[in-house]
């Protein structure tokens, strides 16, 4: 008898809150309270959007969430930590999942929940799905398979090619992607895609 599909849930397009996403956006700072809005969208079309509230300026710090899953009315708080930083300088912000109690910095919508990814079961980087031929393809040939995101990037309206005369990194690690490229002989490419 044949496997059942498995089909694991993706941690690549789960819809997930970041701590990164609320300090670019000064959510973060002390003893203030700010709301806003996260749209979620995937190749230029809006799939979500969340309503969130944070409170710093209270003793035990908290994000506030409210969102409409599946037509039902969802709005619960996630406790928000200090912790020091490990360099001795400044501390590192948090959430403590609510669920687990653990530290983390992204929270994924599971079920309905926002939580730490250790409870979405069977879950799965989209990297990992892939077969071990593409994943040979894409050591051999992944230069060539990602030139259309290196020029995308290449040409953005801001980037920044140097800084204070020299070359950034981002520049050169884009650079080398696109001279890697240049040196896998097409034919090789044509013969392995015909395997």
Known sequence: MPKYYTFPTLYD???TVKIAFLKKHGYLKPNQWQSGTIIWS????ETGSISISVNT??????LQLSYNYNDVKKSYQIE????????GKGFLWFFVCPETFRLCRKL????GIFRHRELCNGGMYESQTHSKKYRLLDKQFGAIFKQDEVCSELYKKHFKKTYAGKPTKKYLRLM????AAKNIPYYEFERAMML
């Not at 994924?108 to 079920?111: G, K, M, R, S």
């Open 13 to 15: 397009e789960v819809k």
């Open 42 to 45: 995937r190749n230029g079309v």
């Open 57 to 62: 300026a209270q003793e035990s710090p908290f």
């Open 80 to 87: 928000l930590k200090k912790v020091p930083s490990n360099l």
């Open 108 to 111: 994924y919508l599971y079920n």
């Open 176 to 179: 080398a992607i696109k001279e």
